[in-house]
T-cell receptor, first 117, second 112 residues
Framework: AQKITQTQPGMFVQEKEAVTLDCTYD???????LFWYKQPSSGEMIFLIY????DEQNATEGRYSLNFQKARKSANLVISASQLGDSAMYFC??????????????WGLGTSLAVNP | DVKVTQSSRYLVKRTGEKVFLECVQD?????MFWYRQDPGLGLRLIYF???????EKGDIPEGYSVSREKKERFSLILESASTNQTSMYLC???????????FGQGTRLTVV
C-alpha cells in the first residue's frame, strides 16, 4: 500500500540549531516524487522542497535540504539554523501515478515543530 | 508568484444548507484540487480536476460535488451540509501532474 509515515508528532529545537524531520514512504512505483510542505498556524500550506525518485543529488532550497535515502525509503527534511518563524506543522507527501496521466499526492500526518528562543 | 485564493477564511452554515466554496488560481494551471483537513486524519482528497469540465473523485467524494466551468475557477459544493462536514477545506493547483501544488489560505467551515 502507498503510505507516508511521519513518526514524530512533535519536535522542539533551539533557535539557530539544525533539526531533522523524519519521513518514510512505502511504494511499489518506480517513478514518484517527494515533497515537503509547511503549514503555519494561519493555515496556508507552503511548498518547501521537492525530490524526484530518479534524482541522484539531494535537493536543497536555502535552509532546507532533503536527505533522500532511496534504499531505505526515507526522505527526511533538514532545516538548518532554525528561526522562530519555522514553528509550524510540516507535512511530507509523495506523488504517484493516478487517473490516467495524472498524479496524486499521498500525505503524512505531519510533525509539529516548535522553535524555542 | 502563484496565487490561489479561496473565497472565505471562515464560514458558518446550518445543517441542510447548500454550501459553495470557491477557489481561483491565477497561473493558468491545469490541475486543481479540493482537500479537507481534520486533526489526526491529515489531508484527504475530495475531488480533482485536470481540465475544464473534467473531474475525478478523490478519496472522500461522498456528500460533495465540484464544478469547473473556467480554467481558473474550481468550486466545491456541499449539496446538503451536515455537521460531519465541519472541517478545514484547502484548495490547491498545480501546473501538471507531479509538479508542486500551490495552496489557498484555507476555509474553516463550521456546520451547526
Amino acid at each position: 500500500a502507498q503510505k507516508i509515515t511521519q513518526t514524530q508528532p512533535g519536535m522542539f529545537v533551539q533557535e539557530k540549531e539544525a533539526v531533522t524531520l523524519d519521513c518514510t514512504y512505502d511504494t511499489s512505483d518506480q517513478s514518484y516524487g517527494l515533497f515537503w510542505y509547511k503549514q503555519p498556524s494561519s493555515g496556508e500550506m507552503i511548498f518547501l522542497i521537492y525530490q524526484g525518485s530518479y534524482d541522484e543529488q539531494n535537493a536543497t532550497e536555502g535552509r532546507y535540504s532533503l536527505n533522500f535515502q532511496k534504499a531505505r525509503k526515507s526522505a527526511n527534511l533538514v532545516i538548518s539554523a532554525s528561526q522562530l518563524g519555522d514553528s509550524a506543522m510540516y507535512f511530507c507527501a509523495m506523488s504517484r501515478p493516478w487517473a490516467g496521466n495524472n498524479r496524486k499526492l499521498i500525505w503524512g500526518l505531519g510533525t509539529s515543530l516548535a522553535v524555542n528562543p | 508568484d502563484v496565487k490561489v485564493t479561496q473565497s472565505s477564511r471562515y464560514l458558518v452554515k446550518r445543517t441542510g444548507e447548500k454550501v459553495f466554496l470557491e477557489c481561483v488560481q491565477d497561473m493558468d494551471h491545469e490541475n486543481m484540487f479540493w482537500y479537507r483537513q481534520d486533526p489526526g486524519l491529515g489531508l484527504r482528497l475530495i475531488y480533482f480536476s485536470y481540465d475544464v469540465k473534467m473531474k475525478e473523485k478523490g478519496d472522500i467524494p461522498e456528500g460533495y460535488s465540484v464544478s469547473r466551468e473556467k480554467k481558473e475557477r474550481f468550486s466545491l459544493i456541499l449539496e446538503s451540509a451536515s455537521t460531519n462536514q465541519t472541517s478545514m477545506y484547502l484548495c490547491a493547483s498545480s501546473l501538471r501532474g507531479g509538479s508542486e501544488a500551490f495552496f489557498g489560505q484555507g476555509t474553516r467551515l463550521t456546520v451547526v
